[in-house]
């Protein structure tokens, strides 16, 4: 297995006025903006989706960046993701990936791996971070994603993008369904056989769904907001249109689900 460990020097800024305007906001303060320092966020998919919300989580100042991915830069990658760009045609996601997000704040860490979120591989990456953010296009491996968590009892931060439509979700293992259980109400073999690929994204589009998952990691680990987002929450951005928020619970007899017993709220 080959994978790209950095040397980057990681840990809290030395220069706190960077987060000044952070730091203003009700909810945040010099001791949330610690945790964001020394939290570990893993994120599973370096496309559009997952560039955006890695960007902004790295300009918050989470201290360590995981990122898994196992493809290259395309041209055709180019209109739907920010931070990387026509140099990075030809070079893997993750490397491109890591420069610049060291390039937009040079006192976190970044670590990169080349390599696609398969079973064989998620227990790994999973075990290393705090949250995990599911920012894949492949249904198959956010349900490897949704397995692992719920064995390891790890939050998972989903996002699915279908053309001008994203949806968003908190998987809290005892405490919200699991993926399987959240893709079985769609017809779980039409979800995981579908092409997403084939339907197009909108750059913006998927930049808004990884905004959206970085603002509910910056929630959870700065204990901002309510609640994280346990309700599916859909968006149509050609309406402009919040379009459902869905109420989960697991289904009876999903293994993933009982096996977790019910956090207390
Ligand atoms: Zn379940």
Redesign the pocket.
């Known amino acids: 297995m080959r994978t790209h460990e950095d040397t980057t020097i990681y840990g809290r800024p030395s220069d706190h006025s960077r987060y000044r305007r952070q730091m203003a906001l009700p909810g945040m303060s010099p001791e949330a903006q610690e945790k964001l320092s020394t939290a570990k966020v893993a994120i599973a998919g370096m496309g559009g989706v997952g560039l955006a919300c890695a960007g902004y989580l790295a300009n918050a100042g989470v201290g360590h960046l995981i990122i898994i991915d196992p493809a290259s830069v395309r041209l055709e990658d180019l209109p739907e993701q920010s931070l990387i760009d026509h140099s990075d045609i030809g070079t893997l996601k993750v490397i491109a990936a890591k420069r610049h997000l060291q390039r937009l704040n040079p006192s976190i860490k970044v670590t990169s791996e080349p390599l696609r979120l398969a079973t064989h591989t998620a227990e790994n990456f999973i075990r290393r971070g705090d949250i995990i953010v599911d920012c894949m296009g492949n249904w198959q491996d956010k349900l490897s994603a949704s397995d692992v968590c719920?064995q390891q009892g790890k939050t998972l931060v989903h996002a699915g993008v279908r053309g001008y439509e994203f949806q968003i979700y908190a998987m809290i293992p005892g405490r919200s369904?699991?993926l399987?259980?959240l893709f079985a109400d769609t017809g779980i073999e039409d979800v995981v056989s579908s092409d997403d690929a084939a339907l197009g994204t909108l750059g913006p589009v998927a930049a808004m769904a990884g905004s959206f998952q970085a603002i509910e990691v910056i929630k959870m680990i700065c204990g901002l907001g309510a609640t994280p987002a346990t309700n599916l929450t859909k968006f149509d951005a050609l309406r402009r249109y919040v379009d459902q928020i869905i109420e989960l619970g697991?289904?009876s007899g999903?293994p993933?689900?009982d096996s977790r017993a019910p956090l207390d709220m």
Request: proline letters at 10%; one cysteine or more; glycine letters at 0%.
């Open positions: 719920m369904a699991c399987r259980c697991p289904r999903c993933d689900c």
